[in-house]
């Protein structure tokens, strides 16, 4: 298996623009998991799902966030209209068991 | 909220000395994780000690865990360059969703 995989890696956009991010988790896991990374507020975790089921969105920043898990193999980070306090890096992980395997991550930048 | 504060924020050593990093945490939990995250990389897993177990070996690697102190630490003997990177505890307040620190940022100087 490639690992899990997110797109794009990087993305700038301008303010007020929609931002779709992008998963693939290991075939296989049953948790997929949304974090976003800063200086200032560390690893936050946003929104988690179970067997494709959302389970708790209440890291969700506001309701500009939106993830959806359509299937097992792809789940999206929406975040509409971006703000440039938005900007970070989103990261998406899965599990099956203890161990969680990132992506490499997308570095967002709203300018 | 975060469960587990990693300590120090930021170590800086030499190569070939040994580099100790603690963790503390808030809740019970069911087993506590160590990450390491390179620059501009994603986390990956470096070793898992479960809440029955004391210490935990992997290679260079040894963690430690005091379930009545809710502390952890992880040592990472003989360093080398290539150990530099930031190092995350993770933690699951008994629900197996990791919640992680803000870690700690190690630089081994060759």
């Known amino acids: 298996d490639a690992g899990v995989i997110q797109s794009p890696r990087h993305e700038v956009t301008e303010m007020g623009q929609e931002v779709t991010l992008r998963c693939k988790p290991i075939?296989?896991?049953?948790?997929l998991f949304w974090y976003r990374q800063t200086m200032m507020r560390g690893l936050e975790l946003l929104i988690y799902?179970?067997?494709?089921?959302?389970?708790?969105d209440s890291g969700m920043p506001e309701d500009r966030f939106s993830a959806k898990m359509p299937n097992a193999s792809f789940s999206t980070l929406k975040i509409q209209p971006s703000e440039p306090r938005d900007s970070a890096v989103y990261f998406c992980?899965?599990?099956?068991?203890?161990?969680?395997?990132f992506g490499q991550g997308t570095r967002l930048t709203v300018v | 909220s975060q469960q587990g504060e990693e300590d120090p924020q930021a170590l800086s050593i030499q190569e070939g000395e040994n580099a100790t990093m603690n963790c503390s945490y808030k809740?019970?939990?069911?087993?506590l994780q160590w990450y390491r995250q390179n620059s501009g990389r994603g986390l990956v897993h470096l070793i898992l000690i479960r809440s029955n177990e004391r210490e935990k070996h992997s290679g260079r690697l040894r963690v430690t865990l005091d379930t009545s102190k809710k502390s952890s630490s992880l040592l990472i003997t003989a360093s080398r360059a290539a150990d530099t990177a930031s190092y995350f505890c993770?933690?699951?307040?008994?629900?197996?969703?990791?919640?992680f620190g803000r870690g700690t940022s190690l630089i081994v100087h060759p």
């Open positions: 799902f179970n067997n494709n089921v959302p389970i708790d």
């Open positions: 075939s296989g896991h049953d948790y």
């Open positions: 993770a933690t699951d307040a008994g629900s197996y969703i990791p919640t």
């Open positions: 809740t019970s939990i069911n087993n």
């Open positions: 992980a899965s599990t099956l068991r203890d161990e969680a395997f």
